[in-house]
């Protein structure tokens, strides 16, 4: 299985400014996720981090609001840009490994914006 | 969207079985059932999963109905630390497509 961390575990943040969110796992993995989950809610896939070429965005999500490097197999940032009070919420990185495949899961950036 | 329907919340006597239901009726052919649970606080994290055969590994027990438009999750003794949110997804095998419903609440009461 693979260990996943993610830095911060939280932060408080004001409008207008941007954040950058850092996803590390402990083996080198193909695929890489970011997951946003606002409060109460369910998690919603935000992108798909590809290795040396530009991420995947799901619908709603856009690259100037959310750009995302993964510059190799083991590590991938989420920046959110341009914050506002909308976008607190959990963020969370996974990756696929595993003999079956399984999606693991960092613990989250709690995001709070004022 | 999810392509999946849960309860959104089932109680549980600690130390019985939970049995937790999730319709899924439009599922592909190549499409398995992901079951992931998400403790307060945490990050999701896998249980189990299946594409027709009923499954069982060291946390829990699969069974799949042979149409495959539905399946259920067993607990066989539910813990207190088994209170979480269960969420049942279907996707394919390459398991890049994970969308998440608003899975089911349980509660393991004393």
């Known amino acids: 299985s693979a260990v996943i961390s993610q830095k911060p575990s939280r932060d408080i943040c004001q409008r207008g400014t941007s954040l950058t969110i850092q996803c590390q796992v402990d083996?080198?993995?193909?695929?890489m996720f970011w997951y946003r989950q606002q409060p109460g809610q369910s998690l919603t896939l935000i992108a798909t981090?590809?290795?040396?070429?530009?991420?995947?965005?799901e619908s709603g999500f856009v690259i100037d609001k959310f750009p995302i490097s993964r510059p190799n197999l083991t590590f991938s940032t989420l920046t959110v840009s341009n914050m506002s009070p909308e976008d607190s919420s959990i963020y969370l990185c996974s990756a696929t490994s595993g003999f079956y495949n399984e999606q693991f899961f960092g613990p989250g950036t709690r995001l709070t914006v004022l | 969207d999810a392509k999946t329907t849960q309860p959104t919340s089932m109680d549980c006597a600690e130390g019985r079985a939970a049995n937790l239901p999730c319709n899924h009726s439009?599922?592909?052919?190549?499409?398995?059932v992901y079951w992931y649970r998400q403790i307060h606080s945490q990050g999701p994290q896998y249980i189990i999963h299946?594409?027709?055969n009923n499954e069982t590994n060291e946390m829990a027990s699969l069974i799949i109905t042979e149409d495959r438009k539905s399946s259920t999750l067993i607990l066989p003794h539910a813990t207190l630390r088994d209170t979480a949110v269960y969420y049942c997804i279907v996707s394919p095998y390459n398991n890049n497509d994970m969308r998440f419903g608003a899975g089911t609440r349980l509660t393991v009461k004393p």
């Open positions: 299946g594409l027709k």
């Open positions: 439009t599922i592909s052919g190549n499409e398995y």
């Open positions: 083996s080198q993995v193909t695929m």
């Open positions: 981090a590809n290795q040396g070429s530009e991420a995947t965005y």
